[in-house]
């Protein structure tokens, strides 16, 4: 039932050992992976800025008329989906604050810098950093948002919260829109936020590989969920103050499909994570394909074998020459030519974010990932391929049990690059009878995959629900909060 891994077959490639003409292959790799990732990117780029010129009504104020009804309007449903039991419909009272200007942002907050502790300190709050390490030997970056001079008896009512990021992002996308970001949110409403990202990120290390071995870049998606999560959940027990064994957990996109996989009947992580897990927070739930993957820039990678798209692509990091121009360009061009790009990739609109933070959003992606993990995203008999995270869709066998923990998803109705509504779906008509736990589901109309993330109104629409989904399943419920108030 579980996609099976091959970054570890094909010749002992992937061994970490190192044969005598292992350098040369690696020049030959980097060479060939540079020149046609230049080509690769350049055409995109074009096809963006072309597109860009061609679309006079993208705007932002005039997209937003486009889309289905005003944000300011819409009040989110927290229905449980699942069970007989039903949430009441609250107003999160977004009206007030969803106008079309804003202030210009002062000068510090408007100061574009690769440094996310910057911007948590901008907000009052203070950033520590820890390193994780897989059972794998993977060196993982988890960060930890501190309120500064607060009491440790105080701090000990904080519930601990574990952020997980996206493909080819950062756990700085939950901090990056200032005061309206869905991490400070959650420290205001007395959780103990932590931060995971996932391996190499933008610092690639590991126990025995260096950034040249094979072995760093062996893994895909089950690596991922298997080893990256649990270390991420067991550490944050370890090192929280609340003294619980369990952990809630979002996710956005990429980390829900390893949070999902890693919670299948058949995974060897599930005892463990299904211990740890509180709840867990799918944003955009990534377990079926969009009508996006056939486009023809991630369409044609189905049709390549693996070895000649090794040589297109590297058998290192995917695209590492992104990387470099992160280093070398200044820091609002960079962001602009990204935000162009990825907005042509992957169809985004812009309508409903805040326009003075988009630079700073977009300067925290892309991050070191391995050749080897966008081939399963886009390859010959991976996601896009299959148009589904898991090897079955039989509706006569279930993919999770009654050890699945209780979970929320966040449904965007315009979201092109997986479809939710399918996983929605699924779950009410297969999953329910093996699922013991509460599901429930909150649609978003409007909202595209990233809007969950960057939305204007995203607190309101996301942040409050999730707040009060957390609440009901925690043991004590309230009692664990600080500053824990009905004033949602």
Same mark, same amino acid.
């Given at each position: 039932?579980?996609?099976?891994?091959?970054?570890?077959?094909?010749?002992?490639?992937?061994?970490?050992?190192?044969?005598?003409?292992?350098?040369?292959?690696?020049?030959?790799?980097?060479?060939?992976?540079?020149? =046609?990732?230049?080509?690769?990117?350049?055409?995109?780029?074009?096809?963006?800025?072309?597109?860009?010129?061609?679309?006079?009504? /993208?705007?932002?104020?005039?997209?937003?008329?486009?889309?289905?009804? /005003?944000?300011?309007?819409?009040?989110?449903?927290?229905?449980?989906?699942?069970?007989?039991? !039903?949430?009441?419909?609250?107003?999160?009272?977004?009206?007030? %604050?969803?106008?079309?200007? %804003?202030?210009?942002?002062?000068?510090?907050?408007?100061?574009?810098?690769?440094?996310?502790?910057?911007?948590?300190?901008?907000?009052?709050?203070?950033?520590?950093?820890?390193?994780?390490?897989?059972?794998?030997? =993977?060196?993982?970056?988890?960060?930890?948002?501190?309120?500064?001079? !607060?009491?440790?008896?105080?701090?000990?009512?904080?519930?601990?919260?574990?952020?997980?990021?996206?493909?080819?992002?950062?756990?700085?996308?939950?901090?990056?829109?200032?005061?309206?970001?869905? &991490?400070?949110?959650?420290? $205001?409403?007395?959780?103990?936020?932590?931060?995971? #990202?996932?391996?190499?990120?933008?610092?690639?290390?590991?126990?025995?590989?260096?950034?040249?071995?094979?072995?760093?870049?062996?893994?895909?998606?089950?690596?991922?969920?298997?080893?990256?999560?649990?270390?991420?959940?067991?550490?944050?027990?370890?090192?929280?103050? $609340?003294?619980?064994?369990?952990?809630?957990?979002?996710?956005?996109?990429?980390?829900?499909?390893?949070?999902?996989?890693?919670? &299948?009947?058949?995974?060897?992580?599930?005892?463990?994570?299904?211990?740890?897990?509180?709840?867990?927070?799918?944003?955009?739930?990534?377990?079926?394909?969009?009508?996006?993957?056939?486009?023809?820039?991630?369409?044609?990678?189905?049709?390549?074998?693996?070895?000649?798209?090794?040589?297109?692509?590297?058998?290192?990091?995917?695209?590492?020459?992104?990387?470099?121009?992160?280093?070398?360009?200044?820091?609002?061009?960079?962001?602009?030519?990204?935000?162009?790009?990825?907005?042509?990739?992957?169809?985004?609109?812009?309508?409903?974010?805040?326009?003075?933070?988009?630079?700073?959003?977009?300067?925290?992606?892309?991050?070191?990932?391995?050749?080897?993990?966008?081939?399963?995203?886009?390859?010959?008999?991976?996601?896009?391929?299959?148009?589904?995270?898991?090897?079955?869709?039989?509706?006569?066998?279930?993919?999770?049990?009654?050890?699945?923990?209780?979970?929320?998803? %966040?449904?965007?109705? !315009?979201?092109?690059?997986?479809?939710?509504?399918?996983?929605? !779906?699924?779950?009410?008509?297969?999953?329910?009878?093996?699922?013991?736990?509460?599901?429930?589901?909150? #649609?978003?109309?409007?909202?595209?995959?990233?809007?969950?993330?960057? &939305?204007?109104?995203?607190?309101?629409?996301?942040?409050?629900?999730? #707040?009060?989904?957390?609440?009901?399943?925690?043991?004590?419920?309230?009692?664990?909060?600080? #500053?824990?108030?009905?004033?949602?």
């Amino acid at each position: 039932m579980l996609p099976k891994s091959t970054a570890v077959s094909d010749a002992g490639l992937h061994t970490g050992r190192n044969h005598p003409l292992h350098y040369l292959y690696v020049v030959l790799c980097y060479v060939t992976s540079a020149v =046609f990732g230049l080509l690769y990117l350049s055409s995109i780029m074009v096809c963006a800025l072309v597109s860009s010129v061609n679309k006079p009504k /993208s705007s932002a104020k005039l997209e937003q008329s486009n889309r289905t009804g /005003s944000s300011s309007r819409w009040r989110p449903r927290l229905r449980r989906s699942f069970d007989t039991e !039903e949430h009441s419909n609250t107003d999160y009272r977004s009206t007030d %604050f969803m106008g079309p200007e %804003f202030p210009a942002l002062d000068e510090k907050q408007s100061i574009l810098r690769f440094d996310l502790r910057y911007y948590v300190q901008l907000q009052g709050y203070d950033l520590e950093e820890h390193t994780v390490i897989t059972k794998d030997g =993977f060196h993982i970056v988890l960060q930890h948002i501190v309120v500064p001079g !607060e009491s440790h008896a105080a701090a000990s009512r904080r519930f601990p919260v574990l952020l997980l990021h996206g493909l080819l992002q950062s756990a700085a996308a939950y901090c990056t829109s200032g005061n309206d970001s869905l &991490a400070f949110y959650l420290v $205001a409403a007395g959780y103990d936020v932590w931060l995971g #990202n996932n391996r190499c990120g933008f610092r690639p290390s590991h126990e025995d590989f260096g950034r040249l071995s094979l072995g760093m870049w062996a893994w895909r998606i089950q690596e991922m969920g298997h080893y990256d999560v649990q270390a991420l959940l067991d550490y944050v027990v370890l090192k929280a103050l $609340a003294k619980t064994p369990k952990v809630a957990l979002v996710a956005h996109s990429q980390g829900t499909a390893q949070t999902f996989l890693a919670l &299948a009947a058949e995974s060897p992580a599930l005892v463990t994570l299904s211990d740890r897990l509180a709840c867990f927070v799918a944003l955009s739930p990534a377990v079926y394909t969009g009508p996006l993957v056939r486009s023809w820039f991630l369409g044609f990678i189905r049709h390549l074998s693996l070895s000649t798209y090794r040589l297109l692509f590297g058998h290192h990091a995917y695209m590492a020459i992104m990387m470099y121009m992160h280093s070398i360009f200044p820091a609002k061009l960079y962001s602009r030519l990204g935000y162009l790009m990825f907005r042509y990739m992957f169809d985004w609109t812009d309508a409903l974010w805040d326009q003075r933070y988009r630079d700073r959003q977009l300067l925290f992606s892309p991050v070191y990932v391995s050749a080897e993990l966008m081939f399963w995203w886009l390859g010959h008999g991976g996601f896009a391929d299959r148009g589904c995270l898991f090897h079955h869709d039989r509706a006569d066998t279930p993919w999770f049990d009654a050890q699945f923990p209780p979970l929320q998803m %966040f449904v965007p109705g !315009e979201d092109n690059l997986v479809d939710p509504q399918r996983l929605v !779906e699924r779950l009410r008509t297969v999953e329910s009878t093996a699922m013991r736990n509460p599901v429930d589901v909150v #649609n978003l109309p409007e909202y595209a995959h990233l809007d969950v993330l960057w &939305a204007k109104d995203a607190v309101y629409r996301v942040g409050a629900p999730m #707040n009060h989904f957390i609440k009901s399943v925690l043991p004590q419920g309230r009692d664990w909060l600080v #500053n824990d108030d009905d004033s949602e």
